[in-house]
T-cell receptor, first 115, second 113 residues
Framework: AQSVTQPDIHITVSEGASLELRCNYS??????LFWYVQSPGQGLQLLLKYFSGDTLVQGIKGFEAEFKRSQSSFNLRKPSVHWSDAAEYFC?????????????FGTGTRLQVTL | DGGITQSPKYLFRKEGQNVTLSCEQNLNHDAMYWYRQDPGQGLRLIYYSQIVNDFQKGDIAEGYSVSREKKESFPLTVTSAQKNPTAFYLC????????????FGPGTRLTVL
């Protein structure tokens, strides 16, 4: 069964500092990996996705993530955090297209940004 | 603009009443999903549908029911059998088989009094 672990429930960073949110997954084959962001009381917005190819993927809002198969990780990074990045971030893993394509989500990491 | 709409944004019901949450999409997506979100638990899949007139149970289907009579619509009914229905409910849809990402609606917060 597929699973996702986000070990950090809550992270606080200063505006302008770098950010790394951790995500570890468990999946039997090549995973399809996603990062979503959620502002309070809102739906989820896709930040980036990894299907294959280059293991460093770029997303919206200046975010990037690196897929490391040997570590079963897909960590999200941003070089300089802005106050508007305060939100909850979810990592998800899914099956290849053409299947039921269910996504399994981690429990999320809440990011707080101090000025 | 294409997207997913959920209504209402906030919903209050008395214990023991059934309630139906609306989800509509104009993205021409085949697959649609319902998730429940509780603090600290991430998103849990309730039901999903890959085509019209077909749907499958997710991980926490007990106490919920769905229908998929039209491609654009996937309403969720929270029945009185659901023990703890107060939560934030999110609807999502997914495009063709060459893509796997899901697009989410704004959510409905259900409070059962």
């Amino acid at each position: 069964a597929q699973s996702v672990t986000q070990p950090d429930i809550h992270i606080t960073v200063s505006e302008g500092a770098s950010l790394e949110l951790r995500c570890n997954y468990s999946y039997g084959a090549t995973p399809y990996l996603f990062w979503y962001v959620q502002s309070p009381g809102q739906g989820l917005q896709l930040l980036l996705k990894y299907f294959s190819g280059d293991t460093l993927v770029q997303g919206i809002k200046g975010f990037e993530a690196e897929f490391k198969r040997s570590q079963s990780s897909f960590n999200l990074r941003k070089p300089s955090v802005h106050w508007s990045d305060a939100a909850e971030y979810f990592c998800a893993v899914g099956a290849p297209p053409g299947t039921a394509s269910k996504l399994t989500f981690g429990t999320g990491t809440r990011l707080q940004v101090t000025l | 603009d294409g997207g997913i709409t959920q209504s209402p944004k906030y919903l209050f019901r008395k214990e023991g009443q059934n309630v139906t949450l609306s989800c509509e999409q104009n993205l021409n997506h085949d697959a649609m999903y319902w998730y429940r979100q509780d603090p600290g638990q991430g998103l849990r899949l309730i039901y999903y549908s890959q085509i019209v007139n077909d749907f499958q149970k997710g991980d926490i289907a007990e106490g919920y029911s769905v229908s998929r009579e039209k491609k654009e619509s996937f309403p969720l009914t929270v029945t009185s059998a659901q023990k703890n229905p107060t939560a934030f409910y999110l609807c999502a849809s997914r495009g063709g088989i060459s893509y796997n990402e899901q697009f989410f609606g704004p959510g409905t917060r259900l409070t059962v009094l």
